[in-house]
């Protein structure tokens, strides 16, 4: 049998094997001059002229974990993931506490294109195991693009993000990988900062069904790390028809960045 630390490696080998660098390793306010204006807005916002361009990313959070498919049942996380902006990559390794003693583990990753789900009771016998298909994967690069608001370079247009103009307080972000194209709606505050990301349809696993379904991330109380403006906070739910439920509630604890040279 496999250790749990020892796949952590092993998928984390992976997704450093597939990483390149920029080679412009800095942010010029001027490459975002033709974006939409609320986009132009967050980078004004998010980073400072010469920001360096970040190549990868460790973070740890903490938070509740959803465990209902319909109603709530909150159970305390802590996780643990590594993020690469090129080729688009992470994992995420998290440790949710069923119940006193009982502990289940979860990675879910997306690396070389591909979607991995895993989770394990004490981190030996398997409860779910996904692997390599389209709508993983799709679900997976969904996850990387919304989250980029805690690795903000990587939403650059230089980084294969292109944006299209909806309002003065939105803006639509396509991210391409491969084979694998996902959307979403980014909503900003006032100030700048990204409010909300929303996708019109990503996998959601039902009584053994995947349903497309739509999906929403919510972000608040910014940080200054690293000379950038990163939410802390974060809400993720899925918009069913008889209401919003959310199921993962957290907060970045560390983040330490890598920049190109």
Known sequence: M???????????????????????????????DDLPLPVRRYFHHALVPGQPIITSVT???????????????????????RVVTRRPGFDWDARIAMLPGVTVRVHDAYVNGEGMLHA??????????????????????????????????A????????????????????????NLSVMLLFRFNPTGSIASVRADARGRSHNGVTIPTPWEGTWSQEERRDGM??????EVAWLLPEGRLPYWRG???????????
């Open 229 to 234: 403006l990163v939410p802390i906070v974060g």
């Open 120 to 153: 394990a009771l004490f981190g030996m016998f398997d409860v779910e195991k996904s692997h390599d298909t389209t709508g993983l994967a799709l679900g997976e690069l969904i996850r990387f693009l919304a989250e980029a608001a805690w690795y903000p370079t």
């Open 2 to 32: 496999t250790s749990w630390a020892t796949e952590t490696r092993r998928i984390r080998a992976r997704l450093e094997a597939s990483r390149s660098d920029t080679d412009r390793p800095h942010f010029d306010p001027r490459e975002v």
């Open 155 to 178: 939403l650059l247009p230089r980084e294969g993000v292109r944006w299209l103009a909806v309002d003065d307080n939105s803006a639509r972000a396509r991210l391409t990988d491969g």
């Open 59 to 81: 973070m740890s959070h903490e938070g509740t974990f959803n465990t209902s498919p319909s109603g709530e049942s909150w159970r305390r996380f802590s996780s643990s993931q």
């Open 251 to 261: 907060r970045l604890t560390d983040v330490r960045y890598d920049f190109s040279d």
